[in-house]
């Protein structure tokens, strides 16, 4: 017969599976609060932020740590501009805040203590170029080299012309996105008449 699991081993399974798990998929597993107060106090289980839990055995830290943390608490936003610009290694200064896009009228919860940058889009400049990796055993939402370019130059107000045009230049010089793309987002994005002299000056 087999032995049946406690609260606390179900509860670093879930822990261990989500990478990031939240508060509410440990409730609809039927793990109480009080089991989860009980781990962390044990420190078998870090609280990283309201709502947040993460198993301390499970060996993931790195620089996508802060990213997983906001898929998690903005499922349907999108990690843009200098966060991932430096996720697809197209700079190698490390944002101080998350770049978190948004729909227009979507609503933010609160993500303390993460310093995050959030814009807004709608339409397909918010829904198109987006690609799907995973951090820490959570699946995150990127935009992808070429759309996340077209952002920096849509936004440049926030990041700077200038991080618009070395984004360009490397996108282009490492191969991570082609001039067909680059178009394609610029008028996603439209920012075709800005982008243009800069595509043109480096044919």
Request: with cysteine.
């Amino acid at each position: 017969m087999l032995k049946r699991k406690t609260q606390s081993e179900r509860a670093m399974e879930i822990a261990r599976k989500q990478g990031i798990a939240r508060a509410k998929d440990f409730q609809a597993a039927g793990i109480p609060r009080t089991c989860l107060s009980r781990l962390c106090n044990q420190g078998r289980l870090f609280k990283l932020g309201r709502g947040l839990y993460q198993a301390a055995d499970f060996d993931a830290f790195h620089a996508g740590h802060d990213l997983a943390q906001i898929a998690r608490l903005v499922p349907r936003g999108v990690i843009c501009l200098l966060s991932a610009l430096h996720h697809h290694g197209l700079t190698t200064q490390l944002p101080r805040a998350v770049w978190i896009m948004v729909g227009h009228k979507a609503r933010m919860p609160s993500i303390k203590p993460i310093p995050c940058e959030v814009v807004r889009a709608s339409g397909p400049a918010f829904t198109t170029g987006r690609a799907i990796v995973t951090i820490e055993g959570v699946k995150v939402m990127v935009t992808n080299p070429a759309k996340t370019v077209a952002d920096c130059f849509k936004y440049r107000r926030h990041v700077g012309l200038d991080v618009a045009v070395e984004a360009l230049k490397d996108a282009l010089r490492r191969r991570k996105a082609t001039r067909a793309d680059l178009w394609f987002y610029a008028g996603t994005c439209r920012v075709r008449p800005i982008m243009k002299p800069y595509l043109e000056a480096l044919a």
